[in-house]
């Protein structure tokens, strides 16, 4: 397994966010007022308001159900917003065109992976880069970073194990150089190599001009990697002092 820590950002591998975000602007990179998001008829976020800007790590904490998931997919273009304002590097996601243009420029890792169990580790990190118009150049030296370019590149989906399908995925964010992180458990199903490995990514990408919101559980590991703290509970982003010594750190 290579050492994360011995991998400089000269490397074809290192993780860089796109130039526009790189270049230094103060544009808020996440700008939501008062956003709603349905899942069905059930508002799973019930006016958000958060303002992140360029190059921070905010780690998203809260109990399992708060909209976490569901504020990531908003900032990803996945989720519609159904009322209220929003805008994600710049585009606006209250119509379907602002939300083709995120979807090209940031990297999601949730909680399903995307991957097709029937097709090697190689041919779907392949595969999606070529879906998404990334860099091909990336595929062997991030396969190498993430321990997948030995045997496992010739494993099918179907037969890894819940870390090295997590690390699969992550590989893939990898390659896509995006602007903005969406990382929704990155630390699950990995083992201490993974997890650090995780760590370093986030610091590299943030140190390359990116955004990163992480949603965790593990809110002492992500407090170390994150400028700040952003607590959502029932659908609403809120203070500390608004929810008191209450709140489930989960």
């Known amino acids: 397994m290579p050492n994360p820590s011995k991998i400089s950002n000269d490397d074809p591998a290192a993780v860089s966010g796109r130039d526009h975000v790189a270049s230094g602007t103060d544009a808020p990179i996440v700008q939501l007022q008062e956003a709603v998001s349905l899942i069905g008829q059930f508002p799973a976020l019930a006016g958000v308001n958060l303002v992140v800007g360029p190059g921070e790590v905010v780690l998203i904490r809260g109990p399992n159900g708060a909209g976490k998931s569901t504020l990531l997919r908003l900032c990803s273009g996945l989720a519609s917003l ?62 190498h970073r993430f321990g997948l370019d030995g045997r496992l590149r010739s494993v099918r989906v179907a037969g890894l194990s819940a870390g090295q399908r997590r690390r699969t995925a992550m590989a893939i964010v990898v390659c896509r150089r995006p602007s903005l992180w969406l990382l929704d458990e990155p630390h699950s199903g990995l083992d201490e190599d993974g997890r650090t490995l995780v760590d370093d990514l986030v610091v590299q990408a943030a140190q390359s001009g990116a955004t990163v919101l992480i949603a965790s559980h593990e809110v002492d590991r992500v407090s170390e990697l994150a400028a700040r703290t952003v607590v959502i509970a029932g659908g609403r982003v809120h203070t500390g002092e608004q929810l008191g010594d209450s709140t489930d750190a989960s």
């Open 82 to 143: 159904t009322s209220g304002a929003g805008r994600i590097l710049g585009h606006d996601i209250s119509d379907r065109a602002g939300r083709r243009a995120v979807r090209r420029e940031v990297g999601l890792l949730g909680h399903a992976t995307s991957l097709y169990d029937e097709l090697t580790v190689e041919q779907n990190i392949r595969f999606w880069v070529g879906a998404n118009r990334s860099d091909e150049t990336m595929v062997e030296p991030v396969m």
